[in-house]
């Protein structure tokens, strides 16, 4: 693990981290000093900095790191596979890099079905699992991919080989402003944040770790749930839900065991980490204050 000056932007409490892994670079973040650790996994379209705010709230209790996956921000977007289980790889050699012990591992989003991965099969890895806003495939992420009951058309755009590398170079603010009016409230991304974002999108490349992790929904072919059967989670797992149904409540209450917490954080939209932070802390600190003293 390298220290390194900041790409681009930052926050006073982070210092910034490279780590060679087998097969990519990983950049990541890292706050406070003392406590159990909590590793911060992004969702779609986001990068460690959608954790900017949650992470001061985060660290006054806890050693708190935030990792860009590999093809996202400032990690490596070389040639090469960037599917669900390569990032399931890195995560699980990075906490190990780490050497801090098991982590409060919490994923949003599109990292949900690598939060479970790594839960699942590197269970001595994760202290507990917080998911938030997300699904697995098998279990509801696919129908996302269904415009016709409400699902979007991006999905499938992103997931289709080829397709994000052809299209989306140069029209990169038009597509993040477009999935910010979608996913939260408005002014949530304020243009300190959109900067940040579209620079990290508009890197040669930009669009791997994106078009991996989709086209992984659509080759799951039950893999998931199969998983989820032969190796239900063993340890705590938290739930936020915001913007409508409780979809991550029903998804990780079916793949985890009996302690199963779940919040609804009412009025608020899908990126809960940038629009809510401190109501997610406050939800995240209760859970692991919890898991840390049992």
């Known amino acids: 693990m390298t220290l390194t000056a900041p790409p ?13 892994l087998d097969g990519t670079r990983l950049h990541h973040v890292s706050a406070g000093t003392a406590g159990s650790p909590v590793l911060l996994v992004h969702g779609w379209p986001e990068t460690w900095w959608a954790f900017h705010r949650l992470i001061p709230l985060l660290a006054r209790e806890h050693r708190v790191h935030a990792v860009d996956l590999r093809g996202f921000g400032d990690s490596g977007n070389g040639d090469g596979d960037y599917d669900e289980a390569d990032s399931v ?3 699980h050699q990075l906490v190990e890099h780490l050497g801090e012990g098991p982590v409060h591992l919490l994923v949003q989003d599109i990292s949900g ?7 699942a099969r590197h269970p001595d890895d994760v202290l507990s699992l917080v ?4 699904t697995l495939a098998g279990f509801g992420l696919e129908t996302l991919a269904d415009v016709n009951r409400g699902g979007s058309w991006h999905v499938g755009m ?5 397709i994000p590398d052809l299209l989306l170079p140069g029209h990169e603010r038009a597509l993040l402003d477009w999935a910010w009016s979608l996913m939260a409230a408005p002014d949530t991304v304020t243009e300190e944040d959109a900067v940040e974002f579209v620079r990290t999108y508009s890197r040669p490349h930009a669009w791997r770790g994106s078009a991996g992790l989709y086209r992984s929904l659509f080759a799951d072919a039950g893999r998931t749930r ?3 059967e032969a190796s239900p989670l063993s340890m705590p797992v938290l739930t936020v839900d915001a913007a409508s149904h409780p979809f991550t409540a029903s998804t990780f209450g079916q793949v985890a065991g009996a ?8 009025g608020v939209g ?18 692991t204050a919890r898991v840390d003293a049992g």
Do not use: R, Y
Request: proline residues 5%.
């Open 8 to 20: 681009a932007a930052t926050i006073p409490e982070v210092t910034h981290h490279l780590t060679d």
């Open 89 to 91: 790889a890195d995560l």
């Open 113 to 119: 079905g690598i939060g479970f991965q790594v839960a």
């Open 131 to 134: 998911a938030v806003e997300s």
């Open 158 to 162: 992103l997931g289709a080989p080829g």
């Open 226 to 228: 199969a998983l989820a």
């Open 259 to 266: 302690d199963v917490t779940s919040v609804h954080l009412a």
């Open 270 to 287: 899908h990126l809960v980490a940038q629009e809510a932070p401190e109501a997610l802390a406050s939800a995240v600190l209760e859970h």
